[in-house]
Nanobody
Framework: QVQLVESGGGSVQAGGSLRLSCEAADDTGSPYCMAWFRQAPGKEREGVAGITSGGLTNYADSVKGRFTISKDDIKKTLYLQMNSLKPEDTAMYYC??????????????????????WGQGTQVTVSS
């Protein structure tokens, strides 16, 4: 069982930046695959960024070149640096975790349903 707590959301103007954090707390010490998702009103939840066990990154086309995912394994914290924000980035952002299938995190963000653990979400609002 792992608990995820996001922070760092807020309201910014277009072109601004925000940095999201997600701290993972569990009592097993087991590694987890972690990723960022978002959901705008009236839309399905979509993958934003994932990271492999080796630190390689994977992004949705809509955020490539603007967002950067990173992790600190010692602090068990996942980050999402968001630059050049656009109004269409407005959404609730969620951190998610799953037990590594076959012991490896692929960074795949295509299927939110494969992630069993979710944070409460942090709102990001970008005004034009």
């Amino acid at each position: 069982q792992v608990q995820l707590v996001e922070s760092g959301g807020g309201s910014v103007q277009a072109g601004g930046s925000l940095r999201l954090s997600c701290e993972a707390a569990d009592d097993t010490g087991s590694p987890y695959c972690m990723a960022w998702f978002r959901q705008a009103p009236g839309k399905e939840r979509e993958g934003v960024a994932g990271i492999t066990s080796g630190g390689l990154t994977n992004y949705a086309d809509s955020v490539k070149g603007r967002f950067t995912i990173s992790k600190d394994d010692i602090k068990k914290t996942l980050y999402l640096q968001m630059n050049s924000l656009k109004p269409e980035d407005t959404a609730m952002y969620y951190c998610a975790a799953r037990v590594p299938p076959y012991g490896y995190c692929s960074g795949d963000i295509r299927s939110p349903g494969r992630f069993g653990y979710w944070g409460q979400g942090t709102q990001v609002t970008v005004s034009s």
